[in-house]
Each structure stands twice: as C-alpha cells, then as structure tokens.
C-alpha cells in the first residue's frame, strides 16, 4: 500500500504539467488567458463541489465564528499559477517554466520553513538543504541558459509569413498587443505585447522580456507553498480537507472573474470567443480535473506518506512530466529537445527538490 502512495504522489506531480499544457488549448479557444483561467478554476471548482457531496463533506463548507477572513486568501494562488503556465510554456517550453515554478516552490518552502511562518513549525538550516538550494539553482540556470540555445521554428531565420501553414486569426491578431491576449502554442495569439505566433511555432519570449517571464514563473512557483500553508490553517477551522479545497477553489474562481471583468471593462484583454470551445480538443477541458486531483492527492498523500515524500515526488513527476511533453512536443506545444546540458539541468532539479525536501 505504502508504495501505491508513492506511486500516487508522482503521478500527482505530472498532472500539474499536464494541466498547464492542457490549459493552452483553452485559452487558445477562449482567445485570452484570463477568460481560460476562469474556465478552468470552475471546472475544478465543480468537480470538487461533485466530490463533496459524494464523500458527504458539503456540510463542512461554513465558516465558524470568529473566523480570521485571511484564511481565506490561499485560494488567490491559484489564477496567478494557472494563467502564468498559460504564459509561460509556449514561451519557455515545459520543462524551463515547470523549473521556475519549482524553484519558487522551494525557495518559498524555505522561507516558511525557517522562519516558522503562517504556522509552519521552524527548522534549522542544514547542510543538505542548503546544498539541495544550491542544486536547484544550478539545474535552472542550466535549464534557462540552454532553452536559449535550442532554435525553435518561430526562431529559424529562413521561415518567412508566406512559408507558414495558416496564419493567427485577425482577432487574436489585433490582440497580441494588448494585456492578456491569448496564449498558443498553435497558432494563437501570444498576447502580453508577444508577437504572434504561426501554426507549428512557438512564440517569442518578447512582452515583459526573458528576465521578465523568469521573474514571473518564479513568483506563480512560490505562491503554491504559501497556499498550502494557509490552506492548512484554513483545514483546522474546517476540519475536512475536500470542504477546505472546494472553498479555496471558490475563492480562487471569483478572484480570476473579477480580474478578467476588470481587464475587460479597461479594454486590456480581448472578449471570451466561448463559440472556439467547439473546435477545441476534448482533452483541452482536462485542467480543472488535474487540478481537482491535485488538490485532493496532496491532501490525501501527506498524513499517509509524509509532506517531505510527497512534494519531493510531486515536483519529480513535474519535471519529468514536462521533459516528456518538451522532448516529444506533446499537446500541441513545440517540440524542444533534451539536450546533454537540459538533460544535466533536469538531474540537478530533481536532485536538489529531493535533497531539501528529505533533509
């Protein structure tokens, strides 16, 4: 049994970057992040909401008195990870922007860790952790410094507008230069000032610029364990984990609609183009149940195996997850090659995760 919950926790790990591949086949329907975003939060807010009622835990979701509001707020976590993966992987690739993410999951962790914050009890800095923090930062550097050296179709001098398959649709054209137009792999528009990108291409790391998209996928990684944490005070007061999900599901639902009423009302994100959902992928509806699953595994996962095993084993199966997707091209995304020097990066990220996960 002990090793079914191991074998769990990996799989629960590459459903995170399954889901933000996923994700870019909503947004290219949709035609802006923020709208697929929305799309998918309520999704998984739904499923949750179906799996409460089924477990028989929709009688948890009330706030006792004298709740403190603030435990709320892990949910807003959620649409800044989802819609910077809508971002970030056609830009960076799979692997490069699930490295950032981890990156920022660790160093956050850290922080919580040491510092004994929002009720995480305090450790001390050993020597494995600080090597494991050493590792990680090499294996991303080594991940973001060799993306650069992989030429991807929209990157290849020779391929010119006439030599492409079919061309960006002029509303997701018109787009591309404002906030939050869609993201594509195939074929949308890159939005956040990014040119657009061609069928088969992947876009440019243009709009905020690399060091920008880097900063940015550091920042949605360390979000997840500062969630975690308050979702974990959040379960104390509720005292059921698929009640404590589905209410920060719904926060993070309501915090996404309210953005993307906001952008659209400043005229900063294209309209929802919802009649795309028709041609989209059936598979492209597959984020919310990812994130669903997620959710309720780690909750499931860490009384049984531990916190330790089980983020060490989620963020292997991240990485691994996104070398697959990167090197085959899976999902639509462009291919991008496991190189010798990704390949070393990859090893040094899982090395380092584990190594301060388990020290």
Known sequence: ????????????????????????????????????????????????????????????????????????????????????????????????????????????????????????????????????ALAVLAGITVVIRGQSLIRTPAQTPAQTPAQTPTQTPAPARAASGTLGGGVSGHGGSTGVGAPAATAGTAPRPGGLGRSGWVLLGVVAGAVLPVQGAVNALLRREIHQPVATAVISFVVATITIAVVLAALLALGRTPRPRLGGLRTMPWWGWLGGGCAAVYVTATFTLIPAIGAAATVALTVTGQQLASAVIDHHGLLRLPRRPLTAARLAGLALLIAGSVLVQLA
Do not use: E
Request: contains cysteine.
């Open 1 to 132: 049994m002990h090793s079914l919950f191991l074998a769990a926790a990996l799989l629960a790990g590459c459903l995170l970057a399954v889901q933000a591949s996923v994700n870019l086949q909503l947004n290219k329907a949709v035609g802006t992040p923020y709208g697929a975003s929305t799309l998918q939060l309520s999704v998984a807010t739904a499923v949750l909401a179906l799996l409460a009622v089924t477990v028989g835990a929709i009688g948890a979701l009330h706030l006792p008195p004298g709740f403190p509001f603030w435990h709320l707020l892990g949910g807003l976590a959620s649409p800044l990870y989802i819609t910077s993966g809508i971002l970030l992987f056609p830009r960076l690739g799979a692997l490069a922007a699930a490295g950032l993410f981890v990156t920022g999951q660790m160093f956050a962790s850290l922080g919580l860790d040491l510092f004994g914050l929002l009720g995480v009890a305090p450790k001390p800095l050993s020597a494995g952790i600080a090597l494991g």
